[in-house]
């Protein structure tokens, strides 16, 4: 093959890189926009159905079940049949589940079709990462992560004003899910593993040796970071303000996160990923601590709240690209782990927080789970610098 030929081959392959990288990030911006507009409904849910507050928000605990502590099996599944489909049902089935909420019949047929879409959405994300992976440049897969979870993030920022429309008129927004859908199946390849059958014993080991200590870090870091987050409405009306100072701190945090995510991403290619973890927890401990005695009166307070959201989350798609550099030949199982079942699972112990609160203050159960950060950078300390090997299809 001439250079010329060559060199427009390689252009050839980026290019379609870069496509699947681009449907996959897309892929995450609305399935997590649709997923963050369950919360801001549950009051319209609760008049219609007519039943009861816990009732309601049991539709949140089925969806994050469904999506993300059983995200590993979904991997799984996506990995042993064909993650191609994966991926493109994923922000299918997120949004018929959650964009038809208000024309089912009956409470018990709600909850299915909430689980219906947990389940897309914990189909596309292991397969979503796999594919961003399996296809970025091995000296920017830290970037092309982030830029991933940048994705996700912004989706989540973008969910409740899709849910400001209502009920009756939310359908409208799954035809973008099927779009992008559609143009996702059109740029992926078969991501099935031809070449051996893989025993579940073989998967079951995944989850073992520095896997387990990164999965024990993120969790605690994200139950940190969910402590603060739902605490925080308690903590700013007892210094006398509202529900809009609650949304800007809630919104610069989320805008942090996506920066510092890219930041951290970026640096963990130039620099490793073990010391963009280590470093990007440790830091924020002290600023943290002073961000939860702050308030919004004082003109440190927004600025703060974006240093303290980027550095913390800054480590969350470096997480994510550490565990499949530890596991590369199960790259969607391995990011599973680091997603959803690291947020899951910190998810389901938040609830301890909210009980520290009712015995002590909402201020002490924040200054707790801030607490949570120093064994998760302690256990950063111990994590192995990774090998950059290529990653399977």
Do not use: C
Not at 74 to 96: K, M, N, S
Not at 172 to 190: D, E, H, M, Q
Request: charged letters at 10%; aromatic letters at 10%; hydrophobic letters at 55%.
């Amino acid at each position: 093959m001439s250079v010329p030929h060559a060199h427009a081959a390689v252009t050839s392959v980026s290019r379609h890189s870069a496509a699947i990288a681009l449907a996959m990030t897309a892929g995450h911006f609305i399935n997590d926009a649709y997923g963050a507009m369950l919360t801001p409904l549950t009051p319209a849910l609760q008049s219609k159905f007519g039943v009861s507050i816990a009732a309601v928000t049991l539709l949140s605990s089925v969806y994050s079940l469904t999506s993300s502590v059983l995200q590993p099996l979904l991997g799984i599944l996506g990995e042993r049949l064909d993650r191609r489909y994966a991926a493109a049902l994923g922000p299918l089935l997120t949004g018929l589940g959650l964009t038809l909420m208000g024309f089912v019949p009956w409470f018990g047929a709600l909850m299915l079709l909430v689980a219906v879409a947990g389940f897309g959405s914990g189909f596309f994300h292991p397969a979503g990462a796999a594919y961003v992976a399996q296809h970025s440049p091995q000296d920017k897969r830290g970037l092309w992560a982030s830029l991933f979870s940048a994705g996700g993030t912004g989706g989540m920022a973008l969910g409740p004003v899709f849910a400001g429309v209502g009920l009756a008129h939310l359908p409208w927004f799954a035809l973008i899910g099927a779009v992008i859908a559609a143009v996702t199946f059109a740029v992926t390849p078969s991501g099935t593993q031809k070449a051996r059958r893989v025993s579940l014993a073989e998967y079951a080991g995944i989850f073992k040796g520095p896997l387990v200590w990164l999965w024990g870090m993120a969790v605690l870091r994200s139950l940190a970071s969910m402590g603060y987050n739902a605490m925080l409405p308690f903590i700013l009306p007892l210094r006398g303000y509202g529900a809009r100072e609650v949304g800007i701190t809630l919104a610069v945090y989320a805008v942090a996160s996506a920066a510092g995510g890219i930041l951290g991403g970026r640096a963990s290619d130039r620099y490793g990923r073990t010391p963009v973890l280590r470093s990007a927890i440790l830091t924020s401990i002290p600023f943290f601590a002073l961000l939860i005695l702050s308030h919004p009166g004082q003109w440190w307070f927004y600025p703060l709240t974006f240093l303290v959201g980027a550095a913390v989350n800054a480590s969350i798609p470096v997480g994510v690209v550490t565990a499949q550099e530890y596991a590369p030949q199960h790259v969607a199982v391995a990011s599973s782990i680091m997603m959803g079942f690291s947020w899951g699972f910190a998810g389901l112990l938040v609830f301890l927080v909210g009980a520290l609160a009712d015995v002590t203050t909402p201020i002490i159960a924040a200054l707790a789970s801030l607490a949570l950060l120093v064994p998760s950078a302690l256990i950063a300390y111990r994590l192995p610098e990774p090998g950059k090997t290529d990653f399977q299809p």
